[in-house]
């Protein structure tokens, strides 16, 4: 069974860089499928921040394409999220998943609220 | 990238169906069979009920069924039950981020 679960820190001062990790079980990051961030700001629908193929390559929203970074540590198993210069508007709940080649995230991670003030 | 379309709200009572549409252009909905849709409930993950416009995932009911014709694609829920009242996400591939694109959400409730 494929289990994903975000972590990094709940506050985040403005200006600062966000920083998240999505330890995957279940299943090896290095053998396929790509890995993407959702973002959700609270009352709000979903957003693709971006993704990363197994293999490496990345796509990002254009929205965001200068402030985000991600990455893959495939020795731990897990990926990861970064995003600059955050304002308010990055507060949100973040989720990570597993995308098939279409796009459609087959399994997800619970989400971890992240909350831009100072 | 704009959102995909939907209507903000469906309802239907119990054992009715409900039908969902999602409008997008030929460079997302109408370009490719890359349609997905999800549920999601209050303060939980989303949950992909269909994807590739009709496919559903197994342990996904055959009460939930897919389809599109030209820059739109619908979701059909025959037979509601309460628990299907929820969230629920339309999502494309968009070749103008090579990414995805998310409708805009519906609330279905369950009268």
């Known amino acids: 069974q494929v289990q994903l679960q975000e972590s990094g820190p709940g506050l985040v001062k403005p200006s600062e860089t966000l920083a998240l990790t999505c330890a995957v079980s279940?299943?090896?990051?290095?053998?396929?499928?790509?890995w993407g961030w959702v973002r959700q700001p609270p009352g709000k629908g979903l957003e693709w921040i971006g993704s990363?193929?197994?293999?490496?390559?990345?796509y990002y929203n254009p929205s965001l394409r200068s402030r985000v970074t991600m990455s893959l540590d495939t020795s731990k198993n897990q990926f990861s999220l970064k995003v600059t210069s955050v304002t308010a508007a990055d507060t949100a709940v973040y989720y990570c998943?597993?995308?098939?080649?279409?796009?459609?995230?087959?399994?997800w991670g619970q989400g971890t609220l992240v909350t831009v003030s100072s | 990238q704009s959102a995909l379309t939907q209507p903000p709200s469906a309802s239907g009572s119990p054992g009715q169906s409900v039908t969902i549409s999602c409008t997008g252009t030929?460079?997302?909905?109408?370009?490719?069979?890359?349609v997905s849709w999800y549920q999601q409930h209050p303060g939980k993950a989303p949950k992909l009920m269909i994807y590739?416009?009709?496919k559903r995932p197994s342990g996904v009911p055959d009460r939930f069924s897919g389809s599109k014709s030209g820059n739109t694609a619908s979701l059909t829920v025959s037979g509601l039950q309460a628990e299907d009242e929820a969230d629920y996400y339309c999502?494309?591939?968009?070749?103008?981020?090579?990414?995805?694109?998310f409708g805009t959400g519906t609330t279905v409730s369950v009268l």
């Open positions: 998943a597993r995308r098939l080649a279409t796009t459609a995230g087959d399994y």
């Open positions: 279940g299943y090896s990051i290095s053998r396929g499928y790509s």
């Open positions: 990363i193929d197994h293999s490496g390559p990345t």
């Open positions: 030929s460079n997302d909905i109408g370009g490719y069979n890359y």
């Open positions: 590739e416009v009709t």
């Open positions: 999502s494309s591939y968009a070749v103008s981020n090579n990414l995805g694109v």
